[in-house]
């Protein structure tokens, strides 16, 4: 397995220069775009790293993957999908286009930043901190890493920069969609983003969700199975923004990429596994992460399908 980890990461290396580092975030411009590392955690605890694994960045989307699964442990999922639907949407990320249209203004799914804040919105807890709080201690659970925080440079960026979150957020509250403070939920959804990782941490919080929601080197049941499946089934319709298809038939596995360059991918029963390359292609999913995955795919046979 490192051959092929180590093979994947070397003869994927150059598709970084043809793509670019977020740069709606200014302090996310900062990262290196060059760099591209891989780290796979299996349900035996098996590990294995390649390439620029040390490499620390922002968890950015794939937090609303942990964000989902704290919203349905505290909802359950009637509630959670009555405020937020669950279909794939064709249209970037941070879209509004779909929310006015659609008559229960609800998000498409989860995934999308409008269906992110929703779930933070659900997540228990009487504010901001409370909820930020909750999810924080759900990463770090996941990872068994109590050292995971927040990267305050990135979050004070993401906070100053972040007018369309903002507008869809007070969009969502017009529409009843969520409750409370909108400002609190909104600084709770800076604050996860911002969260700083490397792979071998990515690599574990997947390969939690590949056991089913147990925890392979403890054997705690972390998130409910049920909860679990359904996170499965949101990450493989709805987790690579509008190029979900794409990556379904490429790589076919439950995954989810950030914009900080990290791509999540759980291969159910058998492996977690991240890549962490900050050049993007034009959907926002890393451009060489992609290709990596796509060879590992092949060489291990991971596709689910
Ligand atoms: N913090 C980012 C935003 O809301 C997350 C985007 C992403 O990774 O897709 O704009």
Same mark, same amino acid.
């Given at each position: 397995?490192?051959?092929? &980890? /180590?093979?994947? =990461?070397?003869?994927?290396?150059?598709?970084?220069?043809?793509? !670019?580092?977020? +740069?709606?975030?200014?302090?996310? #411009?900062?990262?290196?775009?060059?760099? &591209?590392?891989?780290?796979? @955690?299996?349900?035996?605890?098996?590990?294995?790293? #390649?390439?620029?694994?040390?490499?620390?960045?922002?968890? !950015?989307?794939?937090?609303?993957?942990?964000? &989902?699964?704290?919203?349905?442990? $505290?909802?359950?999922?009637?509630?959670? @999908?009555?405020?937020?639907?669950?279909?794939? +949407?064709?249209?970037?990320?941070?879209?509004?286009?779909?929310?006015?249209? %659609?008559?229960?203004? /609800?998000?498409?799914?989860?995934?999308?930043?409008?269906?992110?804040? *929703?779930?933070?919105?659900? *997540?228990?807890?009487?504010?901001?901190?409370?909820?930020?709080?909750?999810?924080?201690?759900?990463?770090?659970?996941?990872?068994?890493?109590?050292?995971? $925080?927040?990267?305050?440079?990135?979050? %004070?960026?993401?906070?100053?920069?972040?007018?369309?979150?903002?507008?869809?957020?007070?969009?969502?509250?017009? #529409?009843?969609? =969520?409750?409370?403070?909108?400002?609190?939920?909104?600084?709770?959804?800076?604050? =996860?983003?911002?969260?700083?990782?490397?792979?071998?941490?990515?690599?574990?919080? #997947?390969?939690?969700?590949?056991?089913?929601?147990?925890?392979?080197?403890?054997?705690? !049941?972390? =998130?409910?199975?049920?909860?679990?499946?359904?996170? /499965?089934?949101?990450?493989?319709?709805?987790?690579?923004?509008?190029?979900?298809?794409? @990556?379904?038939?490429?790589?076919?596995?439950?995954?989810?990429?950030?914009?900080?360059?990290?791509?999540? +991918?759980?291969?159910?029963? %058998?492996?977690?596994?991240?890549?962490?390359?900050?050049?993007? $292609? !034009?959907?926002?999913? +890393?451009?060489?992460?992609?290709?990596?995955?796509?060879? &590992?795919?092949?060489?291990?046979?991971?596709?689910?399908?």
């Amino acid at each position: 397995m490192e051959s092929i &980890l /180590k093979n994947a =990461i070397k003869n994927n290396r150059n598709w970084v220069e043809l793509g !670019q580092v977020a +740069s709606y975030i200014p302090e996310l #411009a900062k990262g290196n775009r060059d760099a &591209l590392g891989a780290c796979i @955690f299996d349900t035996d605890c098996n590990i294995v790293l #390649a390439g620029d694994y040390e490499t620390r960045f922002t968890i !950015q989307s794939v937090c609303k993957v942990i964000t &989902l699964i704290c919203a349905l442990i $505290d909802n359950g999922k009637e509630n959670v @999908f009555l405020k937020v639907g669950m279909e794939p +949407s064709a249209d970037p990320f941070n879209s509004l286009a779909k929310l006015e249209t %659609r008559e229960s203004h /609800k998000p498409l799914n989860p995934f999308i930043n409008a269906g992110a804040i *929703v779930s933070t919105s659900l *997540v228990s807890g009487d504010n901001g901190i409370e909820k930020f709080n909750r999810i924080h201690s759900m990463i770090k659970k996941m990872t068994d890493n109590d050292d995971i $925080d927040v990267d305050y440079s990135v979050y %004070r960026s993401e906070k100053l920069t972040g007018n369309t979150n903002r507008a869809i957020a007070y969009y969502l509250k017009g #529409a009843n969609i =969520i409750e409370r403070n909108v400002e609190d939920i909104l600084d709770t959804y800076f604050k =996860i983003c911002s969260i700083e990782v490397t792979v071998k941490d990515v690599a574990k919080m #997947a390969s939690v969700i590949a056991n089913n929601g147990i925890a392979p080197w403890s054997n705690e !049941q972390i =998130i409910p199975e049920e909860v679990n499946r359904i996170t /499965k089934s949101i990450m493989t319709t709805c987790g690579l923004y509008d190029s979900s298809g794409e @990556f379904c038939v490429n790589v076919g596995t439950p995954a989810k990429s950030g914009v900080g360059g990290c791509i999540m +991918s759980v291969v159910p029963n %058998r492996m977690g596994i991240a890549v962490i390359g900050p050049s993007l $292609d !034009q959907h926002g999913n +890393s451009i060489a992460g992609t290709k990596v995955l796509e060879e &590992l795919s092949r060489e291990l046979k991971l596709s689910i399908f």
